[in-house]
């Protein structure tokens, strides 16, 4: 009795597996038009109706189901969304950034149409890092001596003066704002024509103040200021005049007369400068190079043409 | 009541649980996905038929089971039949050899019909010549399907239970009431039949 109930058992088992492996076989075997295709097809066209029936009864079941399985995806279906904001929230902010770099290449041709660089030549870079606290004001530019900058090359945005370089290694500078305690401009009026010195004012960065001005002269807020081309002291850069410095802001009443000048460059937002550099043995660079070696006082001039005009600040 | 029409109408309840849960199976559970896989209860029901009813009920009962599946999925006919045949006897045999009663059973039994459904249909269609590379995604839903499969088991083998409860030769559950009062005192099945 117990044999034969093992044997029936082993028997089945046999049939089932075997009968399985047959119809894989043939399945696997003959062609989407072969017969168990069709019985397979026939059984659905059987049973669709069926299907469609229950689908449509158990559809509120589903809903039910689906409802909860929203509810338990939905933390991390609001992770990928957040996701998906900051990658376009991104490529929005780096979209401006671009945009607002190409507005300033164009400003920055406009400048260069407008003053004209004379014998500089100029390295368009971008803006690496920036640093600023009350008394040094200084940005780092992807440019270095391997392209030609040096210590003292005057920096200019599409708005007006930038800075100067104090620091160059192969393949980056440093550029020490217009608004750093260190670095002073000789600058001229552009309505009266007079000269005078822009140095930042420590505490108020976006500040700075034209010193030396004769008392006599009519200054109103509002008068451009833009640079000398001459230069007052040791060590101070040479930047070719004409260049935009800023404003006046507003006029002291006190001798010698200095007013407060805005600066005309955004100098907390820069991406894109331009580093005007001179040609290694240029008139320019000995000028230059003549100017720094000067002892502090005297009075320097060069020839125009050259981009340098004739001397006029004093200091 | 007669054997055969006993047998008869445990056939027909495990018929009409097997199209139910297939229905289910492809119109509701597979359209709720939960940790991007979907539960698998087919190959649960061809183990807890076997574990219910024994190997030669659930070895039938798994190949109908998956000829059912591969005829309303149209998928490759014979592959969930040879599954299902040898996790249903599978089941059956560790029922009529073991006759577990642990209450985990159901899901430790659930686990491997699911890592068998799973990983056999997987190794199948890659005999059958899928020209894919095995990536870590197939293995991933692999293992979830597993651990889902896992964790429905319990519930599930209640239900199946349940349905065909009436129509079982041996109700477990007498069965083991009956063991635990002779071992705790009552009389021992010779005495009583004594």
Known sequence: ?315 | MSSSSSQGALALRIAAVAVVVVFLQIGVVAEVPIFGVSVELTPLLAAFVGLLCGSVAGAAAGFCIGLLVDLCLVQTLGINSLLFTLIGFWAGRLQELRDPQGALIPVIVGAAAAATAFVGYSVIEFLLGVDAPVSFELLRQIVLGIVVDTVVALPFWMIVRRALQGGLPKDPRRRRRARRSYSTGGLSPISRRA
């Open chain 1, 1 to 315: 009795m117990y044999g034969k109930t093992v044997r029936r058992r082993r028997a089945l088992l046999l049939v089932l597996v075997v009968i399985s492996l047959v119809l894989l076989t043939a399945y696997f075997g003959e062609s989407a038009g072969g017969g168990l295709h069709s019985v397979q097809r026939g059984f659905l066209t059987v049973i669709s109706p069926i299907q469609d029936g229950a689908n449509a009864a158990l559809k509120p079941v589903r809903g039910v189901f689906s409802f909860f399985g929203e509810v338990l995806h939905s933390n991390s279906r609001v992770a990928q969304l957040r996701r998906e904001v900051d990658r376009l929230r991104r490529e929005r902010i780096a979209e401006q950034e671009k945009m607002r770099a190409d507005r300033e290449l164009v400003g920055i041709r406009s400048l260069e149409r407008k003053v004209g660089p004379g014998a500089y030549r100029g390295v368009v870079t971008n803006v690496d890092a920036q640093s600023a606290n009350l008394w040094y004001s200084t940005v780092d530019i992807e440019a270095g001596s391997s392209e030609g900058v040096a210590i003292n090359d005057p920096v200019v945005n599409g708005e007006g003066l930038v800075g100067k370089v104090t620091q160059v290694a192969p393949d980056g500078a440093q550029v020490s704002l217009i608004t750093d305690s260190t670095v002073g401009v000789s600058a001229r009026l552009s309505g009266s024509g007079a000269v005078g010195l822009i140095q930042p004012k420590v505490g108020d960065p976006e500040d700075l103040l034209m010193q030396y001005l004769p008392t006599n002269l009519n200054i109103v807020p509002g008068d451009l200021v833009v640079t000398s081309g001459t230069v007052s002291g040791e060590g101070e850069s040479l930047f070719p005049p004409g260049i935009p410095v800023g404003t006046v802001s507003s006029v002291a009443e006190e001798s010698p007369k200095s007013v407060n000048v805005r600066p005309a460059a955004e100098l907390h937002n820069l991406n894109v400068v331009k580093v005007l550099t001179v040609a290694p043995g240029s008139r320019v660079q000995r000028v230059s190079n003549a100017i720094a070696k000067m002892p502090p006082g005297r009075q320097t001039g060069a020839a125009a043409g050259t981009g340098v005009a004739q001397v006029g600040g004093g200091g």
